[in-house]
């Protein structure tokens, strides 16, 4: 399957969807890299491992329907059968969605429906929860609300900042990825069932 993952910043998660699609038997290649900032970290060591990457900078554009058109023209001459949200900052409108209808996935550090939205990990400690963690998911209209793909539980450990419990996730979201891309991209799983 052709994977085009989008980035906002330093692409940890892009990162280790590329080594997992460098194993031989994983049903994924990543055909490009895409962020809505030209100083994305991730651009770079996307390029660095042989990944077409484009940038769109939003005040390029006159507006949000200009700026997505000219990410999705793009896109689509990628020839992909899947999306990957990876740290992507922007949310997509439904027309965008639409158009690739259960074929969008998103990475969200937090264990949804529970804290979507921003600040997840100090609104678990807010919240006093003994466990956070991450969710993959297919990408519907609403934000971080749509199916369920797959999803990995981290402690929430005595002393936790917002800090220390985010880098304990993130380790986590690699992995969970990498497998959520798997069970789609080989077919095992699909939206709606
Ligand atoms: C990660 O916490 C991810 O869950 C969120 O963006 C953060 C940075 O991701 N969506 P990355 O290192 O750019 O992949």
């Known amino acids: 399957k052709r994977v085009v993952v989008f980035i906002s910043g330093g692409g940890s998660n892009m990162l280790a969807l590329a080594d997992a699609c460098a194993a031989e038997d994983y049903p994924a290649e990543i055909v490009g890299v895409i962020s809505?900032?030209?100083?994305?970290?991730?651009?770079?060591?996307?390029a660095a491992r042989g990944i077409p990457t484009a940038a769109f900078e939003r005040r390029d554009y006159a507006d949000k329907a200009a700026h997505e058109a000219a990410i999705l023209d793009h896109v689509e001459t990628l020839r992909p059968d899947l999306l990957c949200l990876a740290?992507?900052?922007?949310?997509?409108?439904?027309?965008?969605?639409?158009?690739?209808?259960?074929?969008?996935?998103?990475?969200?550090?937090?264990?949804?429906p529970e804290f979507p939205g921003l600040?997840?990990?100090?609104?678990?400690?807010d919240a006093g929860r003994t466990e956070a963690g991450c969710t993959v998911h297919f990408v519907t209209e609403g934000m971080d609300?749509?199916?369920?793909?797959?999803?990995?539980?981290?402690?929430?450990?005595?002393?936790?900042?917002?800090?220390?419990?985010?880098?304990?996730?993130?380790?986590?979201?690699?992995?969970?990825?990498?497998?959520a891309l798997r069970m789609v991209a080989s077919g095992d799983v699909r939206m709606g069932g």
Not at 36 to 46: F, I, M, P, S
Not at 95 to 102: L, N, Q
Not at 119 to 125: E, V, Y
Not at 157 to 169: F, K, M, W
């Open 36 to 46: 809505d900032r030209a100083t994305a970290g991730g651009l770079e060591k996307a």
């Open 87 to 112: 740290g992507y900052m922007r949310l997509l409108t439904g027309a965008f969605i639409s158009r690739y209808e259960g074929r969008i996935l998103n990475i969200h550090p937090s264990l949804l």
């Open 119 to 125: 600040h997840t990990h100090q609104r678990a400690l």
């Open 145 to 179: 609300e749509g199916p369920v793909i797959l999803q990995t539980r981290v402690p929430v450990l005595e002393g936790d900042t917002a800090e220390t419990l985010a880098a304990r996730v993130l380790t986590v979201e690699h992995k969970t990825y990498a497998e």
